[in-house]
């Protein structure tokens, strides 16, 4: 499984370090991504990983602003949200998925419970 954790409120401009921790299976040579989903929307893609770390890929809304890291010893995923803006406001999701680098949902098979982001102006 995988648990999402590190929302919050925070002001326009902000940071957060969201952490998407797994259990139960090794995630190491999988492909991780970051999705988040505002309420009545589709779940959009954030950001993905490579399983080695070494490719990364990000929606340009959050270029620049957001990291997404691993770390495979300790089965864990990271997203650092810096410079974030109301708009950022949803809820995030991590997810795993076994081939590929793919950016749809649907390309993802194993996914972690949200944690809500707020950003207020």
């Known amino acids: 499984q995988l648990q999402a954790s590190g929302g919050g409120s925070v002001q326009a401009g902000g940071s957060l370090r969201l952490s998407c921790a797994a259990s139960g299976r090794s995630f190491k040579s999988y492909s991780m991504g970051w999705f988040r989903q505002d309420p009545g929307k589709e779940r959009k893609f954030v950001a993905g990983?490579?399983?080695?770390?070494?490719?990364?890929d990000y929606a340009d809304s959050v270029k620049g602003r957001f990291t997404i890291s691993r770390d495979n010893a300790r089965n864990t995923g990271y997203l650092q949200m810096n410079s974030l803006k109301p708009e950022d406001t949803a809820v995030y999701y991590c997810?795993?998925?076994?081939?590929?680098?793919?950016?749809?949902?649907?390309?993802?098979?194993?996914w972690g419970q949200g944690t809500l982001v707020t950003v207020s102006s």
């Open positions: 990983i490579n399983w080695t770390g070494s490719t990364t």
């Open positions: 997810a795993a998925q076994r081939a590929g680098n793919g950016k749809s949902p649907s390309d993802f098979g194993y």
